[in-house]
């Protein structure tokens, strides 16, 4: 059977601003990735040759998104906002081009999966010329009515002109809808205006394809599938559901997690086998977790690798650049950043590792800093393989440790480190006999006194 090819028009314009945000709202964020990045995956994954992007006159970040995202997309300008078959007509350039399906997708719906998306260009495939996406709404206040004959899909009906029979209708319209690509243009350009807001519906598809003698069909998917998104409530909820389904993967997958209900993942968070969370752990995006690694409760990463074997935390921090190599510890307290932790190193307390390499089996004790930032530039410490960083030492950057060095506690290193060397760098102590005994004296003779022992 010959391959049936796919166009994507996905509908970014539109300003949200019941979102309260300069920010567009195809861009707002959930687990990490702006909303549209998920509905251009998802017909991307639906087997869709072809993404056509349409825009508002003012998105130039979405469009800078969507150039990153699939460099090979379309992008169009809806300068007027005069509705969504108005928006679909915006690409129209690439509707010409001739496809076999078209997918109407829209940038706030970023919970709708590349499954849901295949259901409907199946049904195109099986005769229909029209499919259209519903639901059954828990509360159905204000979502137009899918109303079916049979099979088939009859009309559209928007909750303001529905009859009281059609507002019993349980089944919703979720905005999504696919075309067959010999009769769209047909279809769309017969769409008008001429209701009470003047625009140009999409929704009327359906009546004009069965008056063409085409054939219009409604398919099932849950409510989440297709929740729209106006409002922070409602990015939030998403972000909920979102996060369900990570969870979900991570555990089908095999990693164990102690308190699901509070981990939060990103988009792109993967695990290797026997992996064991603790509560309270979030992950940002770009972090990968190694096979039989554990992460420790409150810990939070970032742009991070995790080795083999390794354990993080609780309550540590991997920032961006964080690379563990296999069976590192990095305990409480902790902070890496643009560092290479290698193979069985240690910094179980209290550090802060930045900009640096830490070589295999190194220990970093308690309170050490690497000094990375000099105020202008940032520089590297390095330190090598079974070095031994006493506790709270100060590493000033650019510095090299050699490798099996040992430096003393307390000490401020400004220089390099022979190999297999000891370093103190730090006042000479000074003991002065019964000083405080002497001190607590004086004082004890009230406030006429305030001189303290010398000696």
């Known amino acids: ?37 998920y509905v251009l995956k998802a017909a991307r994954e639906a087997g869709c040759d072809e993404i056509a992007v349409v825009v508002g006159p003012n998105d ?47 940038a706030d719906t970023p919970l709708v999966r590349s499954e849901t998306l295949a259901k409907l260009r199946g049904a195109l495939a099986k005769g229909a010329d029209v499919a259209v996406l519903g639901f059954i709404a828990k509360d159905p206040t204000g979502y137009g ?64 394809a069965r008056d063409m003698g085409l054939k219009a069909v409604a398919i099932e998917t849950e409510e989440d599938d297709v929740r729209g ?51 309270n752990v979030v992950f940002g995006l770009g972090v990968t977790v190694g096979n039989g690694a554990l992460i420790r409760a409150f810990s939070h990463l970032e742009g991070a690798h995790v080795g083999n074997g390794a354990r993080v935390g609780p309550f540590a921090r991997l920032r961006p650049g964080a690379e563990l190599g296999t069976d590192v510890h990095i305990g409480n307290f902790v902070e890496v950043k643009a560092a290479k932790i290698e193979a069985g190193a240690k910094a179980n307390h209290l550090a802060y590792i930045g900009d640096a390499r830490v070589g295999s089996g190194a220990n970093v004790g308690a309170g050490t800093i690497t000094c990375n ?9 390095d330190i090598g393989k079974e070095a031994f960083i006493g506790s709270n030492s100060a590493l000033v950057a650019p510095v090299k440790i050699g490798d099996r060095a040992y430096i003393g506690s307390g000490s401020v290193v400004t220089q390099d480190v022979p190999t297999d060397a000891l370093v103190v760098a730090r006042s000479r102590q000074i003991t002065k006999p019964g000083w405080a005994k002497r001190l607590r004296q004086l004082k004890g003779l009230g406030k006429k006194s305030s001189k303290r022992p010398t000696k």
């Not at 469009?63 to 690409?91: C, M, S, W």
């Not at 009859?163 to 690509?181: I, P, T, Y």
């Open 145 to 208: 009515r899918l109303v079916t004959q049979g099979r088939e899909l009859t009309a559209i009906r928007e909750e303001r002109d529905a009859s009281a029979q059609e507002r019993a209708v349980a089944l919703c319209n979720a905005g999504l809808m696919a075309l067959s690509g010999k009769h769209a243009l047909a279809i769309l350009d017969c769409i008008d205006n001429r209701n009470t807001k003047g625009e140009f519906y999409l929704t009327d598809a359906v009546a004009i």
């Open 229 to 279: 998104i106006n409002t922070k409530t409602q990015l939030a909820e998403a972000e909920a559901v979102m996060q369900q389904r990570l969870r979900a993967a991570a555990l089908e997958a095999g990693v164990t997690m102690i308190a699901p209900e509070t981990v939060f993942l990103s988009a792109d968070t993967k695990f290797g086998k026997d992996v064991t969370i603790e509560p």
């Open 60 to 106: 130039a970040a979405v469009k800078t998104l969507v150039d990153e995202l699939v460099p090979k997309a379309q992008i169009f300008e809806q300068r007027e906002r005069r509705g969504t078959a108005h928006a679909v007509l915006a690409a129209k350039n690439a509707i010409d081009r001739g496809v076999d399906d078209i997918l109407v997708v829209l």
């Open 1 to 37: 059977m010959k391959r049936r090819t796919c166009l994507a028009i996905v509908l970014a314009a539109g300003e949200g601003t019941r979102m309260r945000s300069d920010l567009p709202k195809p861009l707002q964020v959930i687990a990490g990735s702006p909303m549209l990045a």
């Open 373 to 381: 930032y000099d105020g202008v530039a940032k520089h590297c410490t």
